[in-house]
């Protein structure tokens, strides 16, 4: 491939080109799944093809939509450098959960001891700011500020889950592979930005796109957060009665 052509009156396309969407990975790198949404090669660089991705992403914005609407809970999930702000920034829009630490294990598929860590945390907390652990030692003291640091770290993003969540939205789906397969494990759909060396095998919703670029990412995680946030919006007409 010698040269690559924006597609034209397709806004959407341009916006991705122009974040970088289309860069993927060496050939090396490359996992089959994802080869029918290449488009060729440029400077030994895999292309990404964006009118696929597009039409990937548009499916994956309808489904978002749908949950947003239905006021499901989805877990946002990035823990790469990269991702980690965007992440979090888009979770706030949303009011969702997420995940920007290192993915804990058992996060899903053993719920229940998840939920008493962060019992844990919130109980600390509150017995901190009520100065109900003044009757401990300053060393014991010292133990369990950092206990409640660590704590927060793991699940501050998750606090406010009360339940498994609806869906997963995974950035780079090679890096959070335990997450992608604990939701797979309980049936939890994914949503998952995939570079060229990812394997999208039974991911629900992928999008075939650059992983590794904040512009990219930060495209892609807003037209999905955009999207449920447009759901959220949506007001149900109440019957009249008679």
């Not at 500020?145 to 997963?168: H, M, N, Q, V, W």
Request: proline share 3%.
């Amino acid at each position: 491939m010698s040269k690559i052509v924006v597609p034209q009156n397709q806004n959407a396309i341009e916006e991705m080109f122009r974040a970088g969407a289309h860069f993927g990975y060496s050939r090396s790198r490359r996992h089959p799944s994802v080869k029918p949404f290449l488009a060729g090669v440029k400077n030994r660089v895999q292309v990404i093809d964006l009118e696929k991705t597009n039409e990937q992403l548009d499916a994956a914005c309808a489904y978002l939509h749908k949950l947003g609407e239905e006021r499901k809970v989805v877990l946002l999930v990035g823990s790469k450098k990269e991702a980690e702000q965007i992440v979090l920034d888009a979770a706030i829009r949303m009011g969702v959960p997420t995940v920007t630490e290192r993915w804990l294990g058992g996060t899903l598929t053993n719920w229940n001891e998840i939920k008493k860590r962060i019992a844990r945390m919130k109980d600390l907390k509150e017995k901190r700011t009520k100065g109900e652990l003044s009757v401990y030692t300053k060393k014991e003291r010292s133990r369990i500020d950092r206990e409640i640091e660590k704590l927060e770290r793991y699940f501050t993003g998750i606090a406010t889950l009360e339940s498994i969540p609806t869906a997963l939205v995974v950035i780079d789906s090679a890096q959070e592979f335990i997450a992608v397969a604990e939701a797979h494990a309980i049936r939890v759909p994914v949503i998952s930005l995939s570079n060229a060396d990812c394997n999208i095998t039974g991911i629900e919703y992928p999008i075939v796109g650059n992983d590794a670029s904040r512009a990219s990412i930060e495209y892609f995680v807003n037209r999905l957060a955009d999207a449920y946030i447009a759901g959220t919006r949506i007001v149900r007409e109440v019957p009249a009665t008679a």
